[in-house]
């Protein structure tokens, strides 16, 4: 079983639209956080939630931690062909040496 | 430039074989990984080491091996290679307050 669920797995869209994935887990965390990765690189972070509720934004990236710190969304507003890529939420270990414990991923597809 | 660097970027080779990966980061991180992604993308953990002692082993077969000269570099041996060891293998590093830095990957084919 995963220990976080990722949805949808894919996901492909014409330019200017607007979606949402889903990061889902029965499981509470102290943070969750958000990846991106381009094809022939390396997943690069995104952003880390901490606080139960919170909302951060970037740029078109809207990023949000559920209440009860079981669950996080992305929400990109008006997709871009440069949004293109596999999105993936993580857990982080408590330490510095805690490993990554990632989600199954998104992969997001934006048409021109 | 400050990253996680690793080489080759592509590795093809036969059943049987037996081959290195090599990865060096200059962020200061005191600690390095290795992880696996697989063809459907699922990325998962194999090694962690912290100051060049490991810390994490993720029932990896014995015939990976990873070795950490100092902080800065962890290497991955792996010992007759089979065709399911073809993947994508990914350095990376991290440091509490500075969050995970990954290298760009060393896609690994077995024939």
């Known amino acids: 079983t995963q220990l976080l669920e990722q949805s949808p797995q894919f996901l492909s869209i014409q330019e200017g639209e607007n979606l949402t994935v889903y990061c889902n887990s029965s499981s509470v965390f102290s943070s969750l956080q958000w990846y991106r990765q381009e094809p022939g690189e390396g997943p690069v972070l995104l952003v880390t939630v901490v606080t139960g509720g919170e909302v951060k934004k970037l740029k078109r990236l809207t990023f949000q931690f559920g209440d009860a710190r079981k669950d996080s969304s992305l929400h990109i507003t008006a997709a871009q062909p440069g949004d293109t890529g596999l999105y993936l939420c993580?857990?982080?270990?408590?330490?510095?040496?805690?490993?990554?414990?990632f989600g199954q991923g998104t992969i997001l597809t934006v048409h021109p | 430039d400050t990253a996680v660097s690793q080489t080759p970027k592509y590795l093809v080779t036969q059943m049987g074989n037996d081959k290195s990966i090599k990865c060096e980061q200059n962020l200061g991180h005191d600690t390095m990984y290795w992880y696996k992604q697989d063809s459907k993308k699922f990325l998962k953990i194999m090694f962690s080491y912290n100051n060049k002692e490991l810390i994490i082993n993720e029932t990896v077969p014995n015939r990976f091996s990873p070795k950490s000269p100092d902080k800065a570099h962890l290497n991955l041996h792996i010992n007759s290679l089979e065709l399911g060891d073809s993947a994508v293998y990914f350095c990376a590093s991290s440091q509490i307050g500075s969050g995970y830095t990954f290298g760009s990957g060393t896609r690994l084919t077995v024939v």
């Open positions: 993580a857990y982080a270990g408590g330490t510095s040496y805690g490993k990554l414990t």
